[in-house]
C-alpha cells in the first residue's frame, strides 16, 4: 500500500473562512479521496497558522487572549470543514506544544549543522502591519503598502537573525533542474526558475517586537529574546504534524497542496530550510490559482460579498464543490457567478445525474420490481470502461476538472443510451432480454458513476451508493468501478437527488 500524506497550507487565524480557503481544502479533498479511492494509505492534514502580530492585535481589540481568539476561529474553520464533507485526518494547530517544540528542534538542528546558516543583522524598513511584513519599493505606492492601502506603514529598526538562504540559490536550482515536476502546474515551475535569474536574498527568521509565536531558541548577542519570524514557525506544520500523539503522518509528504502566492515559500525557502536540518523533502508541490468573484480576488475584503455559508445553502456542500472544481478546476484562476453556478447545478446535477439517477432505477423498480437483472454488457459498458481510464488519467495529473467531464460525458452518453433504447418500448413489446440488457447496464453505469463522483461529491455520491444497494465501501470501491456487477442488488428509487431549485420569482 502506497503512503500518501498530503497537506494544505494552513489557515492564518484572523477571520472567517472564506471561499478561498474552501477552494483549497476542497481542491485537496477531492485529491485525498482519490488517492484512497486507489487504495492508497492517506494521511491529510490541514490546520491553522495562529501566530503574529495581526492574531494579537485582532484578540487585543476584542478583549480575548490570543489563545481564547485562535480556539474560536478553529473551532469555526473546522465546522465549515465538517460542513463541506473535508475528510483530514489531522488537524494542526501551531499553538500545539507538539508543533512549538518541533519548531525550536528544527532550528536547532540547523545550527547544529550549518552553524553560519544564521546570523544576526540590523534591519530596518517599512512595516506593514496587514503583511506582517518588511515592504520593499516594489511594493508601495504612495506610502502605503498596495496590499493595505488604508494602513500605514511602520518605520522600525531592530536586530534579528537571519538565514542564509542566498547559499543555497546553487543547491536549489540543481534541485529544481533533476527534479522538474517538483512543482506544478507547469506555469508554477516557471515562476521559480524566474525567481532565482533575480537572485535570492536572505530572510528574516525571528522578530524581536512580536510577543505571540514560538521563542526562537537563542537571543540576539545582546540579550534580547527573538520570536520565530512567520516562515519559521509555519512551514514546519508539515514536519511537525508526524510528532503530534496518534498522528500517522510521516515526513517527507508526497504533495503540498498551495496557493500560486506562496509557491516561492513552498519550492525556495521550505526546501533551503530543510535540507540545512538534514531533513528529506517533499516529494511534490501542487500550486493552484485564485477564484475571482466580480473581477476581485476572493479573500477577506471580498468574502464580504460573497459568503461562503449562503454558496453552502444554496444548493447543498456537494453541489458547491462540485461546481468549483468542475467550473473553476484546480490550476488556472476561475469565476465564481451565482449564474454559472445555478446553470451547472441545473444542468449537470438536477437534468444529468439527478435525471439518469431517477429515471434508470424507476425503471428497474417498475419493470423488475428493483431488483437489478442479470444483463449482456453494452456499448454503455464499453462507454463507461473508457471513462475510468480518462478519469484516472486526469487525476493522476491533479486534473480534477478533467477528472469531473470524464464522468460527465459518461453522464450524457446514459440519459442518450435511455433515450436510443428506449426501454418502455421493450417493455411495450415484450422484449424481456433486450430489456434486461438496458436495466443492468443502466445500473452498472451508476455504480460506476456512484464511485468516480465519490471524491467530488462524497454524500450525493453515497446516497446514490445506497439507492444502487451496492455493499461494498464506495470510498475504497475503485474495484467495483472497474468491473461493476449489479446483478440481484436491490435499489430503491431516489427522492429529491438533486431537487429543482424553484422558480425565481419574477
Ligand atoms: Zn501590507
Given at each position: 500500500m502506497a503512503r500518501f500524506f498530503l497537506t494544505t497550507a494552513i489557515d492564518y487565524a484572523n477571520g472567517d473562512p472564506h471561499m478561498g480557503h474552501a477552494f483549497e481544502k476542497v481542491g485537496a479533498d477531492c485529491i485525498a479521496r482519490y488517492r484512497r479511492l486507489r487504495g492508497d494509505d492517506v494521511w491529510f492534514l490541514i490546520g491553522m497558522d495562529e501566530h503574529g502580530q495581526k492574531v494579537a492585535r485582532t484578540a487585543a481589540a476584542e478583549n480575548l487572549s490570543p489563545q481564547e481568539l485562535t480556539d474560536r476561529v478553529a473551532s469555526q474553520f473546522q465546522a465549515t470543514w465538517r460542513l463541506l464533507g473535508i475528510s483530514h485526518d489531522q488537524f494542526i494547530r501551531t499553538t500545539s506544544e507538539p508543533h512549538r517544540l518541533g519548531v525550536r528542534e528544527l532550528i536547532d538542528r540547523i545550527f547544529e549543522r550549518n552553524p553560519d546558516d544564521f546570523y544576526e543583522q540590523t534591519y530596518h524598513g517599512l512595516y506593514c502591519v496587514g503583511c506582517e511584513a518588511f515592504k520593499t519599493p516594489a511594493d508601495i505606492a504612495d506610502g502605503r503598502?498596495?496590499?493595505?492601502?488604508t494602513r500605514t506603514l511602520e518605520e522600525v529598526e531592530e536586530r534579528n537573525w537571519f538565514f542564509r538562504l542566498t547559499r543555497y540559490q546553487g543547491w536549489l536550482e540543481e534541485f529544481h533542474r533533476t527534479h522538474p515536476t517538483f512543482v506544478q502546474p507547469e506555469i508554477r515551475r516557471n515562476e521559480i526558475l524566474g525567481l532565482f535569474r533575480q537572485g535570492l536574498e536572505d530572510v528574516s527568521a525571528s522578530r524581536a517586537r512580536l510577543p505571540w509565536g514560538v521563542p526562537f531558541p537563542r537571543p540576539t548577542s545582546d540579550g534580547e529574546p527573538q520570536t520565530t519570524y512567520v516562515w519559521f514557525d509555519a512551514l514546519p506544520n508539515y514536519w511537525t504534524a508526524s510528532r503530534f500523539p496518534g498522528s500517522r503522518a510521516s515526513w517527507p509528504a508526497q504533495l503540498h497542496v498551495v496557493g500560486k502566492d506562496i509557491t516561492r515559500f513552498h519550492c525556495v525557502i521550505w526546501p533551503a530550510m530543510l535540507h540545512a536540518a538534514g531533513l528529506p523533502l517533499p516529494e511534490q508541490v501542487w500550486a493552484h490559482g485564485f477564484i475571482y468573484f466580480g473581477g476581485d480576488r476572493l479573500s477577506k475584503s471580498a468574502g464580504v460579498r460573497l459568503d461562503l455559508q449562503e454558496a453552502i445553502s444554496r444548493h447543498g456542500a456537494d453541489a458547491l464543490r462540485y461546481f468549483l472544481l468542475r467550473?473553476?478546476?484546480?490550476a488556472n484562476d476561475g469565476n465564481f457567478t451565482w449564474e454559472r453556478f445555478d446553470e451547472r447545478y441545473v444542468a449537470d446535477l438536477a437534468d444529468g445525474l439527478g435525471n439518469l439517477a431517477s429515471r434508470s432505477l424507476a425503471m428497474i423498480e417498475k419493470y423488475r420490481g428493483g431488483s437489478v437483472p442479470e444483463g449482456a454488457p453494452s456499448s454503455l459498458d464499453d462507454a463507461g470502461a473508457r471513462t475510468m481510464t480518462a478519469y484516472a488519467s486526469a487525476m493522476d495529473r491533479f486534473d480534477l476538472r478533467g477528472g469531473g467531464e470524464a464522468v460527465w460525458e459518461l453522464v450524457s452518453a446514459a440519459n442518450q443510451y435511455i433515450v436510443q433504447t428506449a426501454p418502455w418500448s421493450l417493455a411495450k413489446q415484450g422484449k424481456d432480454r433486450e430489456l434486461d440488457q438496458v436495466l443492468a447496464s443502466l445500473a452498472r453505469c451508476l455504480s460506476r458513476i456512484a464511485v468516480l463522483t465519490g471524491p467530488f461529491m462524497p454524500g450525493k455520491a453515497a446516497e446514490l451508493w445506497g439507492l444502487l444497494g451496492q455493499n461494498a465501501t464506495l470510498a475504497t470501491a475503485w474495484q467495483v468501478g472497474e468491473q461493476p456487477e449489479a446483478a440481484g442488488c436491490q435499489v430503491r428509487k431516489p427522492e429529491g437527488l438533486f431537487p429543482k431549485p424553484a422558480p425565481a420569482n419574477s
Amino acid at each position: 500500500m502506497a503512503r500518501f500524506f498530503l497537506t494544505t497550507a494552513i489557515d492564518y487565524a484572523n477571520g472567517d473562512p472564506h471561499m478561498g480557503h474552501a477552494f483549497e481544502k476542497v481542491g485537496a479533498d477531492c485529491i485525498a479521496r482519490y488517492r484512497r479511492l486507489r487504495g492508497d494509505d492517506v494521511w491529510f492534514l490541514i490546520g491553522m497558522d495562529e501566530h503574529g502580530q495581526k492574531v494579537a492585535r485582532t484578540a487585543a481589540a476584542e478583549n480575548l487572549s490570543p489563545q481564547e481568539l485562535t480556539d474560536r476561529v478553529a473551532s469555526q474553520f473546522q465546522a465549515t470543514w465538517r460542513l463541506l464533507g473535508i475528510s483530514h485526518d489531522q488537524f494542526i494547530r501551531t499553538t500545539s506544544e507538539p508543533h512549538r517544540l518541533g519548531v525550536r528542534e528544527l532550528i536547532d538542528r540547523i545550527f547544529e549543522r550549518n552553524p553560519d546558516d544564521f546570523y544576526e543583522q540590523t534591519y530596518h524598513g517599512l512595516y506593514c502591519v496587514g503583511c506582517e511584513a518588511f515592504k520593499t519599493p516594489a511594493d508601495i505606492a504612495d506610502g502605503r503598502c498596495v496590499i493595505h492601502p488604508t494602513r500605514t506603514l511602520e518605520e522600525v529598526e531592530e536586530r534579528n537573525w537571519f538565514f542564509r538562504l542566498t547559499r543555497y540559490q546553487g543547491w536549489l536550482e540543481e534541485f529544481h533542474r533533476t527534479h522538474p515536476t517538483f512543482v506544478q502546474p507547469e506555469i508554477r515551475r516557471n515562476e521559480i526558475l524566474g525567481l532565482f535569474r533575480q537572485g535570492l536574498e536572505d530572510v528574516s527568521a525571528s522578530r524581536a517586537r512580536l510577543p505571540w509565536g514560538v521563542p526562537f531558541p537563542r537571543p540576539t548577542s545582546d540579550g534580547e529574546p527573538q520570536t520565530t519570524y512567520v516562515w519559521f514557525d509555519a512551514l514546519p506544520n508539515y514536519w511537525t504534524a508526524s510528532r503530534f500523539p496518534g498522528s500517522r503522518a510521516s515526513w517527507p509528504a508526497q504533495l503540498h497542496v498551495v496557493g500560486k502566492d506562496i509557491t516561492r515559500f513552498h519550492c525556495v525557502i521550505w526546501p533551503a530550510m530543510l535540507h540545512a536540518a538534514g531533513l528529506p523533502l517533499p516529494e511534490q508541490v501542487w500550486a493552484h490559482g485564485f477564484i475571482y468573484f466580480g473581477g476581485d480576488r476572493l479573500s477577506k475584503s471580498a468574502g464580504v460579498r460573497l459568503d461562503l455559508q449562503e454558496a453552502i445553502s444554496r444548493h447543498g456542500a456537494d453541489a458547491l464543490r462540485y461546481f468549483l472544481l468542475r467550473e473553476v478546476g484546480f490550476a488556472n484562476d476561475g469565476n465564481f457567478t451565482w449564474e454559472r453556478f445555478d446553470e451547472r447545478y441545473v444542468a449537470d446535477l438536477a437534468d444529468g445525474l439527478g435525471n439518469l439517477a431517477s429515471r434508470s432505477l424507476a425503471m428497474i423498480e417498475k419493470y423488475r420490481g428493483g431488483s437489478v437483472p442479470e444483463g449482456a454488457p453494452s456499448s454503455l459498458d464499453d462507454a463507461g470502461a473508457r471513462t475510468m481510464t480518462a478519469y484516472a488519467s486526469a487525476m493522476d495529473r491533479f486534473d480534477l476538472r478533467g477528472g469531473g467531464e470524464a464522468v460527465w460525458e459518461l453522464v450524457s452518453a446514459a440519459n442518450q443510451y435511455i433515450v436510443q433504447t428506449a426501454p418502455w418500448s421493450l417493455a411495450k413489446q415484450g422484449k424481456d432480454r433486450e430489456l434486461d440488457q438496458v436495466l443492468a447496464s443502466l445500473a452498472r453505469c451508476l455504480s460506476r458513476i456512484a464511485v468516480l463522483t465519490g471524491p467530488f461529491m462524497p454524500g450525493k455520491a453515497a446516497e446514490l451508493w445506497g439507492l444502487l444497494g451496492q455493499n461494498a465501501t464506495l470510498a475504497t470501491a475503485w474495484q467495483v468501478g472497474e468491473q461493476p456487477e449489479a446483478a440481484g442488488c436491490q435499489v430503491r428509487k431516489p427522492e429529491g437527488l438533486f431537487p429543482k431549485p424553484a422558480p425565481a420569482n419574477s
